[in-house]
């Protein structure tokens, strides 16, 4: 099991706003997991709740893996509330899962670490 967060790094977030759309995105994303698919999460929580961080250069890039990748994987998209660095409503991170890795990486494979 496995949790990924993707940031987008075309918005030139600090080191610190980055971390916090990781961890709202691990968070949203877990909540989500819980109630669709409760059984991947409390197996990835016995597993020690394995995640990768990877990174997108746009907005486009980042809602596409979205669309994709939310037929089979709980994925939640984070829209920033513009208090701090970008404008309201940005879109700023995707979180996908925890799921089965040999599904999630269907959808990851192709990304780089943040």
Request: proline fraction near 5%.
């Amino acid at each position: 099991m496995k949790q990924a967060i993707i940031l987008r790094t075309d918005l030139n977030m600090g080191k610190g706003k980055l971390c916090a759309q990781a961890s709202h995105a691990a968070i949203e994303t877990f909540i989500l997991t819980t109630q669709k698919q409760p059984e991947w999460a409390e197996l990835w929580l016995k597993e020690g709740q394995k995640k990768i961080v990877l990174r997108v250069s746009s907005e486009q890039a980042l809602k596409d893996l979205f669309l994709e990748a939310k037929r089979e994987v709980p994925a939640k998209l984070i829209v920033d509330a513009g208090h701090t660095q970008v404008t309201p409503g940005t879109t700023t991170a995707l979180g996908l899962g925890p799921a089965p890795e040999p599904v999630l990486d269907k959808y990851i494979s192709r990304y780089k670490l943040l």
